[in-house]
């Protein structure tokens, strides 16, 4: 299995810009995550998937950032407008539904730059 | 907010030495795991524990669990130059089914 494949590796965009992060996970995993890595606030979940259904989107920081998964393997994180403060990487991982908190695998993330 | 919080935030250590990363936690746990990330790479997991477990052994890992100092160990022994990564403690809560994942802790191991 080639892992949780993300892309692109790296987006450097302008400000007001629409960007869109893609991600398909591991073939047979039920669970898709979307995760935030920057300096200053470390790694926060921003949403999830269970059976391509959004779970849980409270880490979602505000109606600019939207997230679909309209399949099994695949799913996408929009930002429309894109601001400065979006710089980060973001991350998305999955998972094979064991019980509660199974392990997860992540994908290689994506550095986006907000000018 | 960060579930769990990692001490040291940094560690430097020489090639052959063992290095100890805590955690600390806030709420009751299903489980905790500890997770590695290289400078520009994503997370991969290292090691679970239960919190009905008390230690757990992968390799040169050793891990341990006091849920009443809600409180974990990482210990990597006879560290090696490639151990040089990030190591990041995330807990399971609850009937949540996602990992809340603490600040880390950026080890250093020289060669």
């Known amino acids: 299995d080639a892992g949780v494949i993300q892309s692109p590796r790296h987006e450097v965009t302008e400000m007001g810009q629409e960007v869109t992060l893609r991600c398909k996970p591991i073939s047979g995993h039920d669970y898709l995550f979307w995760y935030r890595q920057t300096m200053m606030r470390g790694l926060e979940l921003l949403i999830y998937?269970?059976?391509?259904?959004?779970?849980?989107d409270s880490g979602m920081p505000e109606d600019r950032f939207s997230a679909k998964m309209p399949n099994a393997s695949f799913s996408t994180l929009k930002i429309q407008p894109s601001e400065p403060r979006d710089s980060a990487v973001y991350f998305c991982?999955?998972?094979?539904?064991?019980?509660?908190?199974?392990?997860?695998?992540f994908g290689s993330g994506t550095q986006l730059s907000v000018l | 907010s960060q579930q769990g919080e990692e001490d040291p935030q940094a560690l430097s250590i020489q090639e052959g030495e063992n290095a100890t990363m805590n955690c600390s936690y806030k709420?009751?746990?299903?489980?905790l795991q500890w997770y590695r990330q290289n400078s520009g790479r994503g997370l991969v997991h290292l090691i679970l524990i239960r919190s009905n477990e008390r230690e757990k052994h992968s390799g040169r890992l050793r891990v341990t669990l006091d849920t009443s100092k809600k409180s974990s160990s990482l210990l990597i022994t006879a560290s090696r130059a490639a151990d040089t990564a990030s190591y990041f403690c995330a807990t399971n809560s609850g009937s949540a089914r996602q990992l809340t994942f603490g600040s880390g802790t950026q080890l250093t191991v020289l060669p």
């Open positions: 709420t009751s746990i299903n489980n």
């Open positions: 998937f269970n059976n391509n259904v959004p779970i849980d």
């Open positions: 991982a999955s998972k094979l539904n064991d019980g509660k908190g199974g392990k997860l695998f």
